[in-house]
């Protein structure tokens, strides 16, 4: 299949883990004390598993997985409104379908939907707004949730239904920022992060110079990556290739789909219809300044904050939930204490558990074959409670 | 037996379901006359008791084991590429007792219809169920039909109960597997599933998906009567082939691995699946067996497969091994290792 195969070669990938190996035995870094590059975007851990690119990699170097998965960071309190809101009998609430799983601290929106709440997967908001047009009596709520990825639809989609003067539809806008949440990261001392894999397709709409103040004030060096497997190998060597050259930069590996101004149009769009919210709660790492959008008073017509009444209740992470440690490279998934315990996929207690994007779950469902054939011998229950 | 011509076929002249037609009355009579007994046309079903009956000397002249499963068909369209719920619905079954190594020869079934369901889709999906009966050589020789109000069921619910007969000599079980032993999928994967959600239209994607629904009694009868000792056998169904390959692991008490390279998928359900962030291993298939052989067995199982229409693409995808123990492990293409677990649930598109 073209523009796929093509990246995901096994010869290319030969060289470049070759490549990367070369490189690899000129660093300092040990086996006992591994170089950590952290991907910060869900997709990327999402291809490193699939395609098991931490077994190719020499062991003096180590991909921590960061926290941008959207579905995972998701607060328990916020997915308590989602089901307030979809509760409403006048509401069709609209979703993504990956959101659907994650836990509230009472249900989830799949348990919300058992319970008799019309709640809808769909596959984009466009999707959501054309359902506002076909049932003028319910109120259609949308839940906006990811990056800058997605920010550009939703706000597109939110001026489309301004202009139509549709008024049975609104937003549930959890929408996050990535530049705030990596220099948090960043910010807290037990970080241990000596490069990171920029995530492409929110650079496609933010473009090269957000992530400056990282190669610049944080001194660390940094490759904006695209998604396929050859694209991550790739960005490992530029980034092995800066450390070793003792550069700290800015560089684009993606960019044949990441111009470096990004995207104006969409950045105009969201620019638009958000504004920073002045913190906003994630789960794993609790409150980031500036972390999140909400939407501008011109468009309070299509906020459900607005619109709706809502608990907007803060609920913690239980206390004994590691995942800002493992989030920040402190510890790896499976030293959580709870890890495969009373946290599994099945049950998640933590945000890394919730979605196969989350590092946790990734872990645990397809598995460093070595590591958990490791934990089995000491602990077997643990191994088989997926039978 | 005497057969008895039914009193009131060609009588129904309305073209929705009402409730009119569940209650036991003329309007029932003549549904069941003119849809079930018309369409099935069978002699056992015409005689019009409340019950089949076989001959039991018929039965063990077919071997020395019953096999008996049951299933239900809830699928959303009704009519997809590549099949419909009748097709389906035979299939299903027929295929449920063909992977144990049995003779598929009886099924029942029932119906339960949301009223105001079109007569003439009923029709059409009878007439589907006949053919795919006929193809599978199963009579469907008893039925049951029930109508709910608007809205208790969505459109049409099927449930089909099927016997058949294992052959003496023929040991099939999910115990069985080896380590050594070669697994062998009779064709490309993930069709149904991927069928079923372009059918749903859900997505502005133009694809031309189809089903892989079929009966496949006939492959199976095939390999069987090749020579070769197969160990274990099922269908690929709801979970996809990682579901099944986990339970023989866990069953056996033996590892699987697969491999990526090897792994039979099209262009088009990749192309979905890389779109919405699904894996084609844990899509549904509707024609799709696996079955596990030992090595010395695998070329001459995957030449019968090659030689059968329901096995044209049938190829060699992973092998038994010793460890880990329960465990279905995926070569990837650059050669390092994952796990394939099961599901927790149903496979959700990611948001990005």
Known sequence: ?387 | MKKVVPFRQGKLNVDKITLAHGAGGKAMQDLIDDVFVAGFDNANLNTLEDQARFDLSSLAANGDRLAMTTDSYVVDPLFFPGGDIGKLAVSGTVNDLAVGGAKPLYLSCGMIIEEGFSIESLRNIVTSMKHTADQAGVTIVTGDTKVVHKNAADKLFINTTGIGVIPSGVEVAATQACSGDVIICNGYIGDHGAAIVDARGELAIENTIESDCQPLASLIEAILGCGSDIHCMRDATRGGIATVLNEFAQASRVGMRIFDSALPVRAEVRGMCEILGLDPLYLANEGKLLAIVAPQNAEQVLQTMKSHPSGLDATIIGEVINKPVGRVLLKTGFGGERIVDTLIGEQLPRIC
């Open chain 1, 1 to 387: 299949m073209k523009f796929v195969d093509e990246f995901r070669d096994p010869v290319h990938a030969k060289n470049l883990t070759k490549q990367i190996k070369l490189l690899a035995a000129q660093l300092s870094a040990s086996d006992k004390q591994p170089l950590q590059l952290m991907e910060f975007c869900g997709g990327h851990t999402h291809t490193i598993f699939r395609h098991s690119i931490g077994q190719l990699l020499p062991r003096n170097i180590e991909t921590v997985h960061g926290p941008g998965c959207p579905v995972c960071v998701l607060p328990m309190g916020r997915v308590d409104d989602c089901v307030a809101l979809a509760t409403h009998p006048e509401v069709i609430f609209t979703t993504f379908g990956d959101a659907m799983r994650v836990p509230g601290s009472k249900k989830s929106l799949l348990q919300a939907r058992a319970d008799g709440a019309d709640v809808r997967m769909v596959y984009s908001p466009l999707d959501a707004l054309s359902l506002a047009r076909k049932n003028p009596e319910r109120e259609v709520v949308f839940f906006a949730i990811g990056f800058e990825t997605t920010m550009p639809s939703t706000a597109l989609t939110v001026q489309q239904a301004k202009q139509e003067g549709i008024n049975n539809f609104s937003l549930f806008c959890n929408h996050i920022t990535t530049v705030p949440t990596i220099k948090a990261i960043l910010d807290s001392p037990d970080m241990r992060i000596d490069g990171f894999l920029a995530p492409g397709h929110v650079s496609m709409v933010v473009g090269e110079q957000p992530f400056e103040f990282i190669s610049q004030v944080y001194k660390k060096p940094l490759v904006i990556t695209g998604f396929e497997p050859l694209d991550i190998l790739q960005s490992i060597y530029m980034l092995l290739q800066q450390i070793v050259d003792k550069r700290c930069e800015v560089e684009n590996q993606y960019y044949r789909v990441v111009p470096s101004q990004g995207n104006t149009v969409a950045l105009k769009a969201i620019q638009d219809v958000f504004e920073l919210r002045s913190f906003f709660e994630w789960r794993g790492l609790g409150s980031i300044d500036h972390s999140g959008v909400k939407m501008r008073e011109d468009y309070a017509a299509f906020d459900a904050e607005k619109k709706f009444d809502l608990p907007l209740l803060k609920i913690a992470d239980p206390k004994s939930c590691q995942c800002g440690e493992v989030l920040k490279g402190a510890i790896r998934p499976w030293e959580c204490k709870q890890f495969g315990q009373a946290c599994r996929p099945e049950t998640p207690m933590g945000a890394l558990m919730v979605s196969t994007e989350g590092a946790c779950a990734a872990y645990y469902n397809f598995g460093d074959v070595d590591r958990l054939l490791e934990r089995r011998d000491v602990d077997t229950p643990t191994a088989e409670v997926s039978a």
